[in-house]
């Protein structure tokens, strides 16, 4: 069974430094792998996704993230934050093969301040 | 109007209440999900829809019942809800076949308050 791992709970930086979100994935199987963000009182938007070729995908509002297939990770980065960008962000994976659900990992807060 | 629709925003409902959450989609998607999503907790996927067939229940308890009457509307009714239960109730939608490459579009979500 597939699972998703987000290693960090809130991570809180300032603005303009850069941030990384971590997510690792567990399936036996190939996956592809999706970023979606929540802004406060919103549902979830779709930030990126990795289908194939090129590890390194880029996403919405200045995000990429790297897909590492020997450490089953899918980390998202942002090289300069601002304050906009305060939210959770999630990992999801989806099972090439089969299935149509999504599923997601447990989210992360992401704080910017001044 | 465009995208998924979810309604109502809040709802505060005592535990012996019936009350149902509604989904409507305006992408011409032909599936559709319900999530529940708690605190610190994994998105739960509760019901899922594929053509207006349910596909998908993963032991959802049976105080909540889900009906999909057409490819459109989504809908989750609710009877005798725990404090527990207390949640924002995310809707999605997809093409069939579609989601593993395009992934879902959400509703803004029902927050729900059991008191």
């Known amino acids: 069974a597939q699972s998703v791992t987000q290693l960090d709970s809130q991570v809180p930086v300032f603005e303009e430094a850069p941030v990384e979100l971590r997510c690792n994935y567990s399936?036996?199987?190939?996956?592809?792998l999706f970023w979606y963000v929540q802004y406060p009182n919103q549902g979830l938007q779709l930030l990126l996704k990795?289908?194939?070729?090129?590890?390194l995908v880029k996403g919405i509002n200045g995000f990429e993230a790297e897909f590492n297939k020997s450490q089953t990770s899918f980390h998202l980065r942002k090289p300069s934050v601002h304050i906009s960008d305060t939210a959770e962000y999630f990992c999801?994976?989806?099972?090439?093969?089969?299935?149509?659900?999504?599923?997601f990992g447990k989210g992360t807060t992401l704080s910017v301040s001044s | 109007e465009t995208g998924v629709t979810q309604t109502p925003r809040h709802l505060v409902m005592g535990m012996t209440n019936k009350k149902s959450l509604k989904c409507e989609q305006h992408?011409?998607?032909?599936?559709m999900y319900w999530y529940k999503q708690s605190a610190k907790k994994p998105l739960e996927l509760m019901f899922v829809?594929?053509?207006?067939?349910?596909?998908e229940n993963n032991s959802v308890p049976s105080r909540f019942s889900p009906e999909c009457p057409n490819s459109s509307h989504l809908f989750l009714h609710l009877h005798t809800l725990q404090p527990e239960d207390s949640a924002l109730y995310l809707c999605?939608?997809?093409?069939?076949?579609?989601?593993?490459?395009?992934?879902?579009?959400f509703g803004s979500g029902t927050r729900l308050t059991v008191v």
């Open positions: 992408l011409g998607h032909n599936a």
């Open positions: 990795y289908l194939s070729g090129s590890t």
């Open positions: 999801a994976v989806s099972d090439r093969q089969a299935g149509t659900a999504l599923i």
């Open positions: 399936s036996s199987v190939s996956v592809y």
């Open positions: 999605a939608s997809s093409q069939v076949g579609d989601a593993r490459l395009y992934g879902y579009t």
């Open positions: 829809y594929s053509l207006e067939e349910r596909v």
